[in-house]
């Protein structure tokens, strides 16, 4: 058994006989109080966030989980098809388990798996993703001056909020977690 000493954000944890994820953790210590830690989860199987107060010392029941990196194929239906590039094993990961950020996979991007044991229980695409803008409505010659935003839909479907500087045929770089935009892509020519 460990302590909510040995807790950190991207722990993953049994409480209440479910696996959560820690999203956020914080030690706090309120003037003449006792210390506690703060933490945010999400319940890896219905996606819920919940927010619960460890006191100091607490044991926890830490779960034993390993990462590997698969390539993104295609989407079929409600799952992901993933390859594992060693042993060229394809797997079927639900869709939920990106959460929103399944918009932003391409083929041939590597994902991040989470498995306890053999069974996948989370699933995250890469943090940052380069994509192409397939629409977006013409930015007005001089209005660069505040900073507002448009929308903007990718090669990939999503919908992401992009400057207005920014046109339809340009590379730009998306962060998944915020889903927000970044930057500009250089392309090679």
Not at 70 to 86: A, K, R, S, T
Not at 100 to 127: C, Q, W
Not at 166 to 188: F, L, M, N, P, S
Request: proline share 5%; glycine share 8%.
């Amino acid at each position: 058994m460990a302590n909510t000493g040995d807790i950190g954000v991207g722990s993953v944890l049994r409480f209440n006989g479910e696996l959560c994820a820690i999203t956020e953790y914080q030690h706090r210590t309120p003037g003449n109080l006792r210390a506690f830690y703060q933490a945010k989860m999400r319940n890896l199987k219905t996606g819920k966030q919940t927010e619960y107060r460890f006191r100091s010392g607490e044991e926890v029941e830490l779960v034993r989980v390993d990462y590997k990196l698969l390539q993104f194929i295609y989407p079929e239906g409600d799952f992901m098809v993933v390859m594992d590039n060693e042993t060229f094993e394809q797997m079927h990961i639900p869709t939920i388990m990106f959460g929103d950020t399944y918009e932003f996979l391409k083929e041939g991007m590597e994902v991040k798996i989470t498995f306890e044991g053999d069974n996948p229980i989370l699933a995250e695409p890469p943090v940052f993703v380069e994509l192409e803008i397939t629409y977006t409505e013409p930015g007005v010659k001089g209005d660069t001056a505040t900073n507002t935003l448009k929308p903007a839909t990718l090669e990939t479907g999503a919908k992401i909020m992009i400057p207005l500087f920014v046109d339809t045929g340009e590379r730009i770089k998306i962060d998944t977690r915020t889903r927000t935009y970044v930057e500009r892509v250089k392309q090679a020519k």
